[in-house]
C-alpha cells in the first residue's frame, strides 16, 4: 500500500507552496468570474426590465450570429432573466474559468521544469507525480471558488437556488476539464509557452465546434456535443434543467488525467514527448537585432489574436441592425449606444469600435509583460552582454508592441466593417469603422506606456497595468448604465474619444492622449535604464 502512493509523496506540500504563490493571481481570477456574474444579475434586469423587452432580445438572440456568440437558445419562447443569463453569459464565464485552469495547471508543471525548479525540488523526498496532482487539486480549489461566487452572485438577483448551484458546477467543471487537457499538453512540448498554446488551441476549437452546433439548429445539434463548452449550457437550467451533462466534463477530466499519467511516465523531466524543432539556418539573421527577437518570439500569439477579433468582430458586426432595430424598441438599451447624443447605429459601432480596443489593450500588456518573463529567465541579461544597449532592447519590444497593436486595430475594424457589409449596411461602412477602431490607438499606446513604465520601475509591478484595462472595460463599456460622475468615467484615457460619426472626432484629445502615452514610454526607458535587472 505505502509503494501505491510513494509516487504522490508531498503533494500536500507543493499543494499549499502553489496556493501561497498564487495569493494574489488566483482570487483576482476567481473575483472577475463571480463579478461577472453578479454585474448580469444586476444590470440586465435594469436593461431588460419587461417580459416584452426580454422578448425583443430573445428575437435578436435567434439570428445565426447571436447564437455562435452565445449559446443554443433555449427558452427564447419565454425568455425570463434566469434563462438570459445561461443562453448569453454563461458561455462567456466558461471561457475565463478555462483559461484560469490552463495557465494554473502549465505554470505549476511544465513551466516548473522549463525554468529548472521541478528538478530541484524532486531532488528532495517528492514523488513524481506529486507536481501534476498538486497543480490539479489547486485547480479544483480556484474553481471550486468560481462556483462559491456564481452561484451567490445568481441568487442575489432572485434566482432559484437548484437552477443557480447547476450553473455554478458546471462552470467549475469547465474549468477542471481543461485543466485536464492542460496536464496532457504539458507532457507533450519542453516549453510552458507552447503547452499553454496547444491547451488554447483547444479552447478555441472548442468554442468552433458549439459555435457551429448551435448554430446548425435550435438547441443545438449532434456537433455541439463534441464541445465542453457546450455541456454547461445543454443542462437547460432555468428553462428544463438535466443534471447529466455535467457528468461529461468528468469524463474529461479523468481521461485527461489518465493520458497524462501514461505519457509522463514515458519522458524525463524537463524533456517533451514532441522533440523542439531545430531553427532554420538562416534564422540567425533575422535574429541579430532585438526587434527581429521580438517578432519571432510573439508572432505565433499575434496571428493568434488577429484571427480570434476578426472572427468575433465579424459575428459581432453582422448583428449591426438586429441591434439597433431592438435598442429604438428599448429606451435602457439606447442609452447605452447613444452615448453622446449619437444615434443607435453609430452608437453600436462606436461602442464595438471601444470594445476591440479594450481588447487590443489588454494584448498589449500580454505584450509586454514578456519583457518581465525575458529578464527573469536570464534571456535579457544574456542579451544586454552583447552589443545591445538597454534602451534599444525596451525600445525594440514596447516598438513590436506599438506595431502589433496598430494591425490588430485595423484587422478588427476590418471585422466588424464586413460584418455590417454583410448585413444591410453599406460599402462605406467598411471604411468609417476602420478608421473608427484606429481613432483608439492613442489610448492603447497609453496602456503601453504605463505598462512599460511600472516595468522599467520593477518588471514584478508591470501586471497591474491590467488594473487600467478592466477600469477602462467597465466604465466605458458599463459607464451609461451605472451614470457615474463623469470625473469617474474620464480617469480612463478611452473615455475622451467620439469615433462615430468621424466628422465629430477632436484632434485635441488624440494629441494629448498621443502624449501622456509617449511620456509614460520614455519614462519606462529611463528606469530601466537606471536599474539593477532582477536575477534568474
Known amino acids: 500500500m505505502t509503494s501505491r502512493f510513494e509516487s504522490l509523496t508531498a503533494t500536500g506540500d507543493l499543494v499549499r507552496f502553489a496556493l501561497r504563490r498564487d495569493r494574489v493571481k488566483l482570487p483576482i481570477w476567481i473575483g472577475a468570474i463571480g463579478l461577472g456574474m453578479l454585474y448580469a444579475v444586476s444590470a440586465l434586469p435594469t436593461v431588460y426590465s419587461t417580459p416584452a423587452e426580454r422578448q425583443v432580445r430573445a428575437d435578436l438572440m435567434k439570428s445565426p450570429a447571436a447564437t455562435m456568440m452565445s449559446g443554443p437558445g433555449y427558452g427564447l419562447d419565454d425568455y425570463t432573466l434566469g434563462a438570459m443569463i445561461t443562453n448569453e453569459m454563461v458561455l462567456w464565464l466558461a471561457i475565463p474559468a478555462a483559461m484560469m485552469s490552463i495557465f494554473l495547471v502549465v505554470r505549476h508543471t511544465r513551466a516548473e521544469e522549463e525554468t529548472g525548479r521541478a528538478e530541484l525540488i524532486r531532488s528532495a523526498v517528492v514523488g513524481r507525480h506529486a507536481a501534476p496532482v498538486s497543480a490539479l487539486l489547486v485547480a479544483v480549489v480556484a474553481n471550486l471558488g468560481v462556483a462559491a461566487l456564481t452561484v451567490p452572485a445568481m441568487m442575489s438577483g432572485g434566482l ?79 428553462v428544463d434543467l438535466r443534471w447529466w451533462p455535467l457528468l461529461l466534463p468528468v469524463g474529461v477530466l479523468v481521461a485527461t488525467v489518465a493520458v497524462a499519467r501514461a505519457l509522463a511516465g514515458r519522458r524525463d523531466v524537463g524533456a517533451g514527448l514532441i522533440p523542439a524543432r531545430l531553427g532554420r539556418p538562416d534564422a540567425a539573421a533575422s535574429l541579430s537585432t532585438p526587434f527581429g527577437l521580438a517578432v519571432r518570439q510573439q508572432r505565433a500569439s499575434v496571428i493568434g489574436w488577429a484571427a480570434g477579433l476578426f472572427v468575433f468582430a465579424v459575428a459581432t458586426g453582422s448583428l449591426s441592425d438586429s441591434v439597433t432595430d431592438a435598442a429604438a424598441e428599448n429606451p435602457t438599451m439606447a442609452e447605452v449606444f447613444a452615448r453622446n447624443g449619437l444615434d443607435p447605429t453609430d452608437g453600436f459601432y462606436s461602442t464595438m469600435a471601444l470594445f476591440f480596443a479594450l481588447m487590443i489593450a489588454a494584448f498589449a500588456v500580454t505584450s509586454v509583460l514578456r519583457l518581465r518573463s525575458e529578464e527573469r529567465t536570464g534571456h535579457t541579461e544574456a542579451v544586454l552582454a552583447t552589443a545591445v544597449s538597454r534602451r534599444r532592447w525596451i525600445s525594440a519590444w514596447t516598438g513590436f508592441t506599438v506595431l502589433a497593436s496598430i494591425f490588430l486595430l485595423l484587422v478588427s475594424g476590418l471585422g466588424v466593417g464586413l460584418g455590417a457589409v454583410s448585413g444591410a449596411a453599406g460599402p462605406g461602412v467598411v471604411g468609417e469603422v476602420l478608421l473608427a477602431t484606429l481613432a483608439f490607438l492613442p489610448p492603447v499606446l497609453v496602456v503601453i506606456g504605463l505598462a512599460a513604465a511600472l516595468f522599467g520601475l520593477r518588471p514584478g509591478l508591470a501586471v497591474w497595468a491590467w488594473l487600467l484595462v478592466g477600469y477602462a472595460f467597465f466604465f466605458g463599456m458599463f459607464g451609461a448604465l451605472l451614470d457615474l460622475p463623469s470625473l469617474v468615467a474620464n480617469l480612463s484615457p478611452f473615455n475622451h474619444l467620439t469615433v462615430m460619426p468621424l466628422a465629430g472626432l477632436e484632434a485635441a484629445p488624440l494629441v494629448i492622449i498621443t502624449a501622456i502615452a509617449l511620456a509614460l514610454g520614455l519614462l519606462g526607458r529611463t528606469l530601466f535604464q537606471r536599474r539593477d535587472l532582477d536575477a534568474p
Not at 169 to 184: D, E, H, K, P, Q
Not at 204 to 230: E, H, I, K, T
Open 160 to 238: 432559484g437556488v437548484t437552477n443557480s448551484v447547476a450553473v455554478g458546477i458546471g462552470l467549475g467543471l469547465t474549468g477542471l476539464a481543461f485543466a485536464g487537457v492542460a496536464t496532457v499538453t504539458a507532457q507533450l512540448t519542453e516549453r510552458a509557452r507552447s503547452a499553454a498554446g496547444l491547451a488554447m488551441v483547444v479552447l478555441g476549437a472548442a468554442f468552433l465546434v458549439r459555435a457551429v452546433g448551435d448554430a446548425a439548429q435550435p438547441g443545438g445539434s449532434v456537433v455541439s456535443w463534441f464541445s465542453p463548452l457546450a455541456w454547461i449550457q445543454q443542462t437547460r437550467p432555468f
